[in-house]
């Protein structure tokens, strides 16, 4: 078989899917930063109210770098939020529930039937006492985990952000990400 799609010729163009496929071939799924930006800041979760009936979830400005996970070779997807953008959360009636935050994106090339479509956007996803299943957060990359009591009790986060960075195939074929952690460790870590 020939290479029919090489890159980067003269004025040839490509659909947004074959730039999707270069970028997830490269890099691995995460959070970045501004440029200049404290990368540990990047997207991060907090919650400035926990005990509050109607809580309120910040997500920071960051970059989010997305896998689609719809479809065979879907490719990696971007955006920028520029600011910090807030989340109204609630509250189960008893015990307490294990929700996600994620950001997002319905590829109208992908998906039908969902809103927005075409669009990176932030949710919460709401789980039972255990956290949500994968199949409810597809092509979605995971922020935080959030334990939610119910009345009054404080809500609290684990932070679940990887920084967006290179990708390599090990010689047995399996995908990893290279980091560098808050301690300026740089670290490998299996990804799927």
Same mark, same amino acid.
């Given at each position: 078989m020939a290479f029919t799609n090489t890159r980067y010729l003269g004025s040839k163009q490509y659909d947004s899917r074959e730039d999707r496929m270069y970028a997830m071939g490269h890099y691995a799924e995460g959070v970045a930063p501004a440029a200049g930006s404290d990368p540990r800041n990047a997207c991060i979760v907090s919650v400035p109210n926990p005990t509050a009936a109607a809580y309120t979830v910040?997500?920071?400005a960051g970059w989010c770098y997305v896998q689609g996970d719809n479809t065979v070779n879907q490719g990696m997807y971007a955006d920028?939020?520029?600011a910090t953008l807030a989340l109204t959360g609630g509250r189960p009636g008893t015990g307490t529930r294990v929700d996600i935050v994620v950001a !997002?994106? $319905?590829d109208a090339e992908q998906v039908t039937g969902v809103t927005p479509l075409d669009q990176m956007?932030?949710?919460i996803v709401v789980g039972t006492t255990?956290?949500?299943?994968a199949s409810a957060w597809v092509t979605a990359l995971r922020l935080a985990t959030l334990t939610v009591p119910s009345g009054t009790g404080a809500v609290t986060i684990t932070d679940d952000r !990887?920084? $967006?960075g290179p990708a390599v195939y090990g010689e047995d074929g399996s995908r990893y990400r290279i980091g560098i952690d808050a301690n300026g460790v740089i670290g490998v870590e299996a990804i799927a």
């Open positions: 910040n997500i920071a920028y939020n520029d !997002r994106i $319905y956007f932030f949710s255990v956290e949500p299943a !990887r920084l $967006y």
